[in-house]
Nanobody, 113 residues
């Protein structure tokens, strides 16, 4: 299985920015589609953004124009640049490699004044 380590979360005021990172290891070949998910308290985990091996990106409507997903294939790492953050973005953020079933430990993002 691939190992996933997310980082970069924290507390930020509304309108602020954060950049999340997810490093994948344990696999000796390039990974396919990778995605960022989030889970707010009392809610189901939801897919936020994903990026294919060929860098095609997709976003859910609520983050379009505010979040940017990117990847470095040489490092098996993906990023999520989050701008214009809103309180409703508060959640634990997870990354996932679509060809594997496991998850990382997640990183907490809290947007509050």
């Amino acid at each position: 299985q691939v190992q996933l380590v997310e980082s970069g979360g924290g507390l930020v005021q509304p309108g602020g920015s954060l950049r999340l990172s997810c490093a994948a290891s344990g696999i000796g070949f390039r990974l396919g589609t990778m995605g960022w998910y989030r889970q707010a308290p009392g809610k189901q985990r939801e897919l936020v953004a994903w990026i294919t091996e060929l860098f095609k990106t997709n976003y859910i409507n609520s983050v379009k124009g505010r979040f940017t997903i990117s990847r470095e294939n040489a490092r098996n790492t993906i990023y999520l640049q989050m701008d214009s953050l809103r309180p409703e973005d508060t959640a634990v953020y997870y990354c996932k490699v679509w060809q594997y079933s496991n998850w990382g430990q997640g990183t907490q993002v809290t947007v509050s004044s």
